[in-house]
């Protein structure tokens, strides 16, 4: 069955420290997603990405986060200056249609730990 | 501000009886339910949706019932195996937009 892949599956950073997140969408898949859950807490989205530009994002997606799909297979979540509120799963996801009809497909998820 | 809320942390059932998952939600612009499953250390997984023009979908074991008056979704799992055990999301969408909102989760063990 296919599957999202997403490296590294744990990061350790110093705050401050630019990180990059990378995923590995289902290859026929239209649309990308990160999500992330700090903690004991809810998942919660951060971005959606369609046809080379972010369609609809959240007030957590500031401007010390960006994504790009850098060539026709990864999608990456860059975080420019960590801190330690970032530390966090993060869960990238793709659907074919964009609502999501038929579930979205989600990655195993990068541990992101900010120290 | 809890759009989506799964009230019960935690649920123990016995391996063949039903399991029952409730959800709330407050905001009337979702339209469209879906109920993840997620083990740990792996990302949700899709187990069964609904449009908020249905009351009933139904796949296999999993069957999602909606309330749109109540504002209110349950999961029934029948019957339930140890292999469900797990933590399952209630999350919604209105219509238009890409975002998935969360519950916060309820814990399922089936005890063998």
């Known amino acids: 069955e296919p599957e999202v892949t997403q490296t590294p599956s744990h990061q350790v950073t110093q705050m401050g420290q630019e990180v990059i997140l990378r995923c590995v969408p289902i290859?026929?898949?239209?649309?990308f997603y990160w999500y992330r859950q700090i903690l004991g807490q809810k998942v919660e989205f951060l971005v959606s990405?369609?046809?080379?530009?972010?369609?609809?994002k959240s007030e957590i997606f500031d401007d010390q986060f960006s994504v790009e799909r850098p060539d026709g297979s990864n999608f990456t979540l860059k975080i420019r200056s960590t801190k330690l509120e970032d530390s966090a799963m993060y869960f990238c996801?793709?659907?074919?249609?964009?609502?999501?009809?038929?579930?979205?497909?989600f990655g195993s998820g990068t541990r992101l730990t900010v120290v | 501000d809890q759009q989506v809320k799964q009230n019960s942390p935690s649920l123990s059932v016995q391996e063949g009886r039903i399991s029952i998952l409730n959800c709330d939600y407050t905001?009337?612009?979702?339209?469209?339910f879906l109920w993840y499953k997620k083990y740990p250390a792996e990302g949700p997984t899709f187990l069964i949706s609904?449009?908020?023009?249905?009351d009933k979908n139904e796949d296999g074991r999993f069957t999602v019932f909606l309330n749109k008056s109540a504002k209110h979704l349950s999961l029934h799992i029948v019957p339930s195996q140890p292999g469900d055990s797990a933590v399952y999301f209630c999350?919604?969408?209105?219509?238009?937009?890409?975002?998935?909102?969360f519950g916060k989760g309820t814990k399922l063990s089936v005890i063998p």
């Open positions: 996801a793709s659907t074919y249609a964009g609502q999501g009809t038929y579930g979205y497909t």
């Open positions: 290859s026929n898949h239209l649309y």
């Open positions: 990405f369609y046809n080379n530009e972010i369609s609809e």
């Open positions: 905001n009337s612009m979702f339209d469209y």
């Open positions: 609904i449009s908020s023009i249905k």
């Open positions: 999350a919604a969408m209105g219509a238009g937009s890409y975002q998935l909102t």
